[in-house]
């Protein structure tokens, strides 16, 4: 393989790699403020603040009952990720392997989810889920989530389920298996890794949702997200810096579902899997 040497490619190359060091820079220079604030005393003007402290973590934990926040939150995407699952994958393995008329409208609609911002569907949603006496409490905040999750899971397992020789399938039933069977013991080795790939941009997505959970939350049923933002916007004086450390466990929490689905998952694996057919 020649490498290119032309000074057009060396530009463009160099201009890819200032436009993502920009971005990086900005997003590191973003995330360091609100970290250096949350332990800082006192910082007004200087480059450094004037001390030191962790008792704005303490502060923000009481005030905004971080404790609850996080165990709602861990039981919302629990549901959600669980719920995405158990719908997706089979309704992925259905629109996969039938052909059917109408089949590509079934494709654009759950596409229209995806495509749509969630707040322009967020408003007549949760005024059904108000009606239906479901929203301000967490089975609303999770039958709102599940709206884009599941068709989310449906496009990502269906490339996985196409690749899968349907011999296979076939061959297993010609030894007796069932459907129970054959989808335990043939099909699910087969798709975990695109299972796990769609449940982890599940998690995410949920972890970060702030239309729909902040269009159907109550006072019970609010995710770390919808709380920092009532943090930052509700009526009162707070501390920035106890704001800043309440983001701080946000972005933490993120972090650690990530790292914890990661050991599990492998992007390169998932990518390689995904594009074989």
Known sequence: MVADTRLSTKLWAAANWAVIGFFLLNLLGMIATVVTSSFATRWLGTWFPAGWTIRWYSAAWAEFQLDEVLSVTFQIVFLVVLLSGLIGVPAAYALARREFPGKRLVMLLFLLPLLV??????????????????????????????????????????????????????????????????????LLPLLMPGILASLLLVLVRTIAMFELTFLTAGPTSQTLVVALYYAVFAAGVRAVQSIDAMAVVYMVTTLIWLVIALRFVNPTQIVGRGGRR
Request: proline share 9%; net charge positive; charged share 10%.
């Open 117 to 186: 911002p969630p707040i322009t569907f967020g408003i007549p949603l949760a005024t059904v889920l108000y009606r239906l006496g479901l929203a301000g409490q967490m089975s609303g905040v999770v039958l709102a989530n599940l709206v884009p999750t599941v068709p989310f899971v449906i496009l990502v397992m269906i490339p996985f389920i196409e690749q899968i020789d349907t011999k296979i399938e076939a061959a297993a039933r010609v030894f007796g298996a069932n459907t129970f069977k054959l989808f335990v013991h043939v």
